[in-house]
Nanobody, 124 residues
Framework: EVQLQASGGGLVQAGGSLRLSCAASGFTFDDYAIGWFRQAPGKEREGVSY????????AYADSVKGRFTISSDNAENTVYLQMNSLKPEDTAVYYC?????????????????WGQGTLVTVSS
C-alpha cells in the first residue's frame, strides 16, 4: 500500500524557517517523482516544488524560488522541503504527492498518490 506521511508544519514568525518531511512507503522510491503542493484558506491548491527521486532534478514555483529547497534522502525514502524567509502568504496546508514515472510534473492531476496535509502558519 502506497503511503505518504507529511510532517513538520507549525507556527513560525515571518522571516523564520521550517523543514517539512514527506516519508514514503509501499513503492520503489527511485521510480517516482515527489511534489509538494499547498492550499491556502479560500484558495485553490497550487504546486510548490518537485523532485525526481531518480536523478534529483528539481523545479520550483516562482513564488518560492530562492527561499525553498527540496531534497531527497533515498535511503530513508523521504523528501524534505526546507522553507526559509517565510512570509505570511506562505500560510497553507502543505501536501506531498507521488507520481510514476519519475519525470518531474508540476500539475496535481499528474500525481497518483497524496499524503495528508501539514499546516504551516506564518505570522506577521
Amino acid at each position: 500500500e502506497v503511503q505518504l506521511q507529511a510532517s513538520g508544519g507549525g507556527l513560525v514568525q515571518a522571516g523564520g524557517s521550517l523543514r517539512l518531511s514527506c516519508a514514503a512507503s509501499g513503492f520503489t522510491f527511485d521510480d517516482y517523482a515527489i511534489g509538494w503542493f499547498r492550499q491556502a484558506p479560500g484558495k485553490e491548491r497550487e504546486g510548490v516544488s518537485y523532485i525526481s527521486s531518480s536523478d534529483e532534478s528539481t523545479a520550483y514555483a516562482d513564488s518560492v524560488k530562492g527561499r525553498f529547497t527540496i531534497s531527497s534522502d533515498n535511503a530513508e525514502n523521504t523528501v524534505y522541503l526546507q522553507m526559509n524567509s517565510l512570509k505570511p502568504e506562505d500560510t497553507a496546508v502543505y501536501y506531498c504527492a507521488a507520481r510514476s514515472p519519475f519525470t518531474l510534473a508540476t500539475t496535481e492531476d499528474e500525481y497518483d498518490y497524496w499524503g495528508q496535509g501539514t499546516l504551516v502558519t506564518v505570522s506577521s
